[in-house]
């Protein structure tokens, strides 16, 4: 199937490394032009020189935190200025901290919704006006399965994401007729830098070993292992494709059957 991604440019935000490294890497395979974004310019900086040197195509590190409208939009300029538009969007920052309601602050339940709500809505403005004069465009929010099936003690996650799922259900019927589908993808346990931290942290609290506690994940996961990156970032490419141009307003797990919902 071709994708029909070659002559596109793809913005992904934190870009440097898992999940959003990931789909960024299955899109210059497909061809397209790169602008990707993380808050460490030296990771960036690699993760840039690598895609660039594995796939041949032209790859934009900015360095640019995605909580900061100002830096979001100096972002997208950058990222015009260079290829002259942003046809796909992929938004993505790190995951909010853990916590119960009684352990929670106001000022983390701030700080969770600038992360993870306000970065998409100021990269969806940035990019929406060359979308729509174009009459053509792909936005996709990377959220969780949280979204579906919220996940015990993350309630900033559970919540936030699904303040994110609300917006971008909306924004999907707004600008629909002008050629813009806006989608979420929700990755289940996916074997990522972050996930395999998480799991030494939570084995240590526990006194057990790190693959002991990934072992727990995978009990409740019905295929058995975490996710790979690279499944992820498959269904990333075909949904921001030009062959996905009949789907919008949806939210699909890669989960390896996590969510135990019928839809
Ligand atoms: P990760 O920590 O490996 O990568 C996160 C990236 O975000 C890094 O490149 C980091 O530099 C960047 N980043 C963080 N805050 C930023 C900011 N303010 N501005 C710019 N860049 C920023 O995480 P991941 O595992 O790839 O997960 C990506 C997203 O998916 C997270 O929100 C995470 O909570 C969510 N998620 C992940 C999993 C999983 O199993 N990996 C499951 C469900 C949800």
Redesign the pocket.
Known sequence: MDLGLKDKVALV??????????VAEELAAEGASLVL????AA??AD?TAAIADQTGVHVLGVP?????AA?VKQLVASGIDRFGRIDILVT?????PAGRFDQLTQEQWEDAA???LY?AVHLAREVLPGMKARRWGRILN?????VKQP?ENLLL?NSL?AAVTGFARTLANEVAAEGITVNNI??????????E??ARMMAEKQGISASEFSGKWEAEIPMGR??E?RE?AALAAFLVSERASYITGTSIQVDGGWIRSLI
């Open positions: 935000a934190a870009g440097s490394r898992g999940l959003g490294r990931a974004c993380a808050r460490d990771t960036l993760t640019a935190d995605v909580t900061d830096q993505n920052a790190g995951g909010p600038r992360l993870t970065s990377i959220t969780s399965i949280a996940v996650s994401r929700l990755p289940g346990y996916t074997r990522t830098e972050r996930l931290d998480l975490l996710g990156p992820f």
